[in-house]
């Protein structure tokens, strides 16, 4: 079993749809959870980064983490084509422990 | 965030030779890291990369495969030595927040790497 599980898609959805993404782990240590952004060709972009469980909101973005759960999300309200990507989750215990990435969702969102 | 440039951008190299792909930071970091992604992966830590220490590996990456430098507290390079077209990859690095702290990290535009 993987440390942190998500689901690869590919995810379609017409624009304006609200996007939810997901990931699962089975590390209890993890405590910082991150949402990265990757187009094409490019290198991954820091969206969101939380500490333990909660919200997190960032204008269309907003990060949730269950830690009881062991389950995190992304949800991104009024979706645009410009959203289209491969969204990463990424996580760590924190104290200078590597991230842990789960395997992206390819996300298209049709005009 | 801090603004991080690699060179080269891309190269198609023959098996059996070496590249070295560096990495800048417009600003003193403490950590940075390598990475590699396979076409449709995830990124999987190559090593990490102190300044002033032997580079930290994580299990199936030798030094003598993938040497790394980290000369001062804005740049790094690492080295695909003997290459074969399983190398062919994209190669990133990133870095932590510096003295602002926090887990973190930032990454380059990558090297896009073939090898025939």
């Known amino acids: 079993q993987k440390e942190v599980e998500q689901d690869p898609g590919p995810l379609s959805v017409p624009e304006g749809a609200i996007v939810s993404l997901n990931c699962t782990y089975s590390?209890?240590?993890?405590?910082?959870f991150m949402w990265y952004r990757q187009y094409s060709r490019k290198g991954p972009e820091l969206l969101m980064y939380?500490?333990?469980?909660g919200n997190k909101e960032d204008g269309r973005f907003t990060a949730q983490v269950d830690k009881s759960s062991k389950y995190i999300s992304l949800f991104i309200r009024d979706s645009q084509p410009s959203d289209s990507a491969t969204y990463l989750c990424a996580m760590s215990a924190g104290g200078a422990q590597k991230l842990v990435f789960g395997q992206g969702t390819r996300l298209t969102i049709n005009p | 965030s801090a603004v991080i440039s690699q060179k080269p951008s891309r190269d198609i190299c023959q098996r059996g030779t070496s590249l070295t792909i560096q990495c800048q930071v417009d600003s003193q970091v403490t950590m940075m890291f390598w990475y590699r992604q396979q076409p449709g992966q995830s990124l999987t830590l190559i090593a990490t990369?102190?300044?002033?220490?032997?580079?930290?590996?994580e299990s199936g990456f030798v030094i003598d495969k993938f040497p790394i430098s980290r000369p001062n507290l804005t740049f790094s390079t690492l080295t695909v030595s003997n290459m074969s077209p399983e190398d062919s990859s994209i190669y990133l690095c990133?870095?932590?927040?510096?003295?602002?702290?926090?887990?973190?990290?930032?990454f380059g535009p990558g090297t896009r790497l073939t090898v025939l």
């Open positions: 990133s870095v932590d927040r510096g003295l602002a702290g926090g887990d973190e990290q930032f």
């Open positions: 590390n209890s240590a993890f405590q910082y």
């Open positions: 990369a102190n300044q002033g220490s032997e580079a930290t590996y």
């Open positions: 939380t500490y333990s469980s």
